[in-house]
Nanobody
Framework: QVQLVESGGGLVQAGGSLRLSCAAS????????MGWYRQAPGKQREFVAR???????YYQDSVKGRFTVSRGNAKNTIDLQMNSLKPEDTAVYYC???????????????WGQGTQVTVSS
């Protein structure tokens, strides 16, 4: 099983920046993709950004040009740099990891506990 720990949320004024980090740990797994989702109050969880390990990155249209997803310095970590934040970016941000069990094609998807991002106007 993969455990995820997120960090970096907080309160920021509109136009400001925050950087979220997510670290995956556990045994016998190979990370295939890492990404971020968010859920605002009263809304469904939505996709924000995703990185295919060794491949492409994808973004929700509303964050393109403002958010950047990248590999962290440590193994199995991912960062989300969020610039030009808007009040509508306020949400709980969740890290998601897609992985396979080492030596198999058995996939699993694991979620972090979430970190709150609040953007004031």
């Amino acid at each position: 099983q993969v455990q995820l720990v997120e960090s970096g949320g907080g309160l920021v004024q509109a136009g400001g920046s925050l950087r979220l980090s997510c670290a995956a740990s556990g045994t016998n797994f190979v990370v295939k993709a890492m990404g971020w989702y968010r859920q605002a109050p009263g809304k469904q969880r939505e996709f924000v950004a995703r990185m295919i390990i060794g491949g492409s990155t994808y973004y929700q249209d509303s964050v393109k040009g403002r958010f950047t997803v990248s590999r962290g310095n440590a193994k199995n970590t991912i960062d989300l740099q969020m610039n030009s934040l808007k009040p509508e970016d306020t949400a709980v941000y969740y890290c998601k990891v897609d992985s396979t069990a080492t030596g198999t094609s058995v996939w699993s998807a694991d979620w972090g506990q979430g970190t709150q991002v609040t953007v004031s106007s």
